[in-house]
C-alpha cells in the first residue's frame, strides 16, 4: 500500500504529515511512526503529524515524536496543519481544542489556556509551579506550565552556557515528572526571550512551539516581558500574546518543503 506524505516544517523543527481525513490509513503504531521518523531509514522528522475526521472539531491532530511516543500537543506543527489545511479551522488535540488560521507565509493559532497547577503539569507531589524547589547542578529554581503538553522552564543569564543535551534528558526523566517534561531554558534581552528546548522523546530540536509559549507565559508572570513578546529560537522568531485569564496566542511561519510517497509495509 503506497502511502502519500507531505514534508514540512516550523522554524526548522520538522514534520512527516499523514492526511487521513478523506481515506483512513491502517493503524499507525509507535514502532512504525518511529521507523518513519529515522532520519537514516526512513523518512526522518522531530514529529509524525496523523490528520484524522473528528466529532468535536473539524478535525483532529495526533502528535507523534521521533521516539514513537504520542503527545499531547505541538504548536510549530499546528502552524503547519494551518498552512496545509488552508483556511481558519478548530482543532481536536490530545491537549485540547485548539483554533488556527493561515497567515502569509505561516499562521496564527489560539493555543488555549495555560494550566500553573501542579497536578495539571502533572508533578509528582505538591510544589509551588512558579518558582520550584528543585534543582540539577546549575538550573534551579524552574517555573512549570502546562500549554497542553508539560513543560518547565528555566531563566538563566546565558542559555546557550547550558549544556541542555547533556541535562535536558537528566531532567526530562526525572520522577518529579510523571509523565516526562519539555525542557526549556531561556534568557530575557531587550525586551525579547532567548530560548532553547530539549523536547520530550525527541531531544533538541531548532524550534518548539509549546516550549515557547510556556517560557512566554512563565516569564510575563514573572515580570521579566511583557505581551506581546517576541521568541528567538535556534530556528527563528515567534511572537506570543498572553494576559492573565486568556488564552495564549502564538504566530510564525511554517513551510512546506516536498512531498512524497512510501510503502506502508516497509514501516509496519
Known sequence: MRI??????????DFIMLDAREAELPTLSEQSAAALANRRSGVGCDQLILLERSSSADFRMRIFNSDGGEVEACGNAARAVALLHGEPAKVETGGGIIELSPTQGG???DMGFPRFEWDSIPLDYAMDTGAMPVSWEMLNNPSAVNVGNPHVIFFVR???????????????NDPLFPER????VADVRDGAINLRVWERGAG????????????AVAAIRKGLVTSPVRVRLPGGELNIEWADGESIIMEGPATEAFRGSFEWADYA
Request: proline share 7%.
Open 4 to 13: 502519500p506524505f507531505i514534508k514540512m516544517h516550523g522554524l526548522g523543527n
Open 107 to 109: 499562521a496564527r493559532v
Open 158 to 172: 546565558d542559555c546557550e552556557e547550558i549544556p541542555l543535551d547533556r541535562l535536558g534528558p537528566e531532567i526530562e
Open 181 to 184: 517534561i519539555n525542557v526549556n
Open 204 to 215: 533538541l530540536t531548532k524550534a518548539c512551539g509549546t516550549g515557547a509559549c510556556a517560557t
